[in-house]
């Protein structure tokens, strides 16, 4: 009798296109605004009404997944695919809140690349979510995860050369202590990125 009061399948792609379509509105803005040197107390407030918007698609996954009987692939690779992605934004707005709060509302070349290779990654994430629709795109899917993992790389000797810079040239050591945090939290994306091929990975390999 309870199967019949429980929404016997759902479309769970319709929220994760729009989750991951929030994570690229935060990439983007991110871009925008460390472009110009705008992050001030306005401009986050925007960034974290897109976090927010994130928030709640991610509670609607998981609150569907309670209710949902039949589901396009296993529970856990659901409810772990709606938190990296939710992940994705949260550091992405993290990173801007702490510009504001270490009050580095200054134009820096260094985050400006960052924020260009986490565009790149965010975008190559959502085109391999967005094609789990269909799955006999996994080629397709699969070519975006290794690139998403390159970007990771990139990522990875981006924050390595930075840093020794910050540390060579910068006489003020509080400010050293800021750049390597906030460096560190701009690779942190692209390792959230990479978690969510992880999970892509996953799901083709169960569904193949």
């Keep these: 009798m309870l199967f019949k009061f429980l929404p016997k399948e ?8 729009k989750q991951v379509d929030y994570a690229v509105d935060a990439a ?7 472009s110009k040197g705008a992050v001030d107390k306005a401009a986050l407030q925007k960034m974290e009404e897109i976090e927010h918007q994130g ?11 309670n209710k949902t009987f039949i589901t396009p692939f296993d529970r856990e690779d659901i409810h772990a695919l709606a938190k990296e992605l939710d992940n994705i934004t949260d550091m992405i707005n993290t990173i801007a ?8 509302t200054s134009v820096d070349k260094n985050l ?15 085109y391999a979510v967005k094609g789990l ?8 899917i699969q070519e975006s995860c290794v690139e998403i993992n390159r970007l990771e790389n990139v990522g990875d000797a981006m924050r390595d050369a930075m840093l020794a810079e910050v540390f060579e040239n910068s006489k003020d050591p509080i400010t050293v202590i800021k750049l390597k945090e906030i460096y560190q939290d701009a690779e942190t994306v692209l390792d959230i990125c990479e978690d969510v091929t992880h999970v892509v990975g996953a799901i083709l390999l169960k569904q193949a």
């Design 133 to 140: 629709r269909n799955l006999k795109n996994s080629k397709a």
């Design 97 to 104: 809140s702490r510009l504001v709060v270490y009050k580095l």
């Design 112 to 126: 400006i690349e960052f924020a260009s290779v986490i565009n790149e990654s965010v975008n190559a994430v959502a």
């Design 55 to 65: 928030d709640e698609v991610s509670h609607d996954i998981f609150e569907h997944l």
């Design 10 to 17: 759902f479309n769970f792609f319709d929220l994760f296109d």
């Design 28 to 34: 983007v803005y991110f871009k925008e605004l460390v």
